[in-house]
């Protein structure tokens, strides 16, 4: 496939369905990017961005962004970290959470890293895995299966797996239990190493101040309430993140409103206080984008 001609243009590479498609294709259209029907077509152009998006398997990205076919691209960790490729991570963007873990059946012999040593592993990461065990100086035997991976004890295909974990429900179900973690893993925005025009750095750029902008919005909420002059010391020492909030005079002698951006789990931590110091009429927003 060949690489873009434009000194502007912007090629990135998104699974193409998956687990992070949703959340990556959510998060592009959050920071103002607006697409066509992505599902019927392998490149999508952006209608009012200088952006097309190629959608691929994701254990293609990046591959196709190492060799400068993709400009950027949104991928697991854990998928960059087992290829090896040489990329750069411009930012870890807090969803597709998981971790790379070696689980044992629950009722075995196998109880810590070192009871490992000589058995039957079976993962579709390899080289983590090979890598953790190398550097424990544990000495196992992999077998590479590229799916159903935690059934290979249950088959007798294996002792034990090396395997993608999120909630830890489907090792439960098959009888297995963690013993440790590999790798910590979360989506990420990496770039090609190839050299990229200014015109497409300064896009990139662009793209991620508006990512952290969006991501601060998801994480914080606008409040507003009402309370006595004399209450403002008390709320500012309740929420210390108020260091300049609009304070406006209601009609009401002696009232005001207090508006600010509070972080959303620190408001629920705090509310109760807040009503306990004169706050009333408390009222919480969602806030579209934050550029701070």
Known sequence: MR??????????????????TDKTLNLLEGIGMRFDD???SMLV?????????????????PEYVEDGVCDIGFVGGNVTAEDQVNVTVLKGLDYGVCRLSIAAPKNGSIKKVKDFDGKKIATSYPNLTRSFFEKHEVSVDLITLSGAVEIAPRLEVSDAISDLVSSGNTLKANGLVEIATI?????????????????????IEKILLRIE??????????????????AIPKIRNIIPSLKSPTIVPLADDGMVAIHTVVPIAKFWQVMEQLKEAGASGIVMLPIESMIV
Do not use: H, W
């Open 3 to 20: 690489t873009l001609n434009s000194d502007t243009s912007l090629r990135i590479a998104v699974q193409k369905s998956g687990r992070l």
């Open 38 to 40: 992505y599902k019927r």
């Open 45 to 61: 152009k952006c209608r009012n961005f200088d952006v097309e998006l190629l959608l691929i398997r994701d254990d293609d990205i």
């Open 183 to 203: 790798y910590e893993s979360e989506t990420e925005l990496i770039q090609t190493n190839k050299p990229l025009s200014e015109g497409k750095k300064k896009l």
């Open 213 to 230: 902008g969006y991501q601060k919005a998801e994480r914080s909420r606008y409040i507003m309430m009402n309370a006595p002059e004399e």
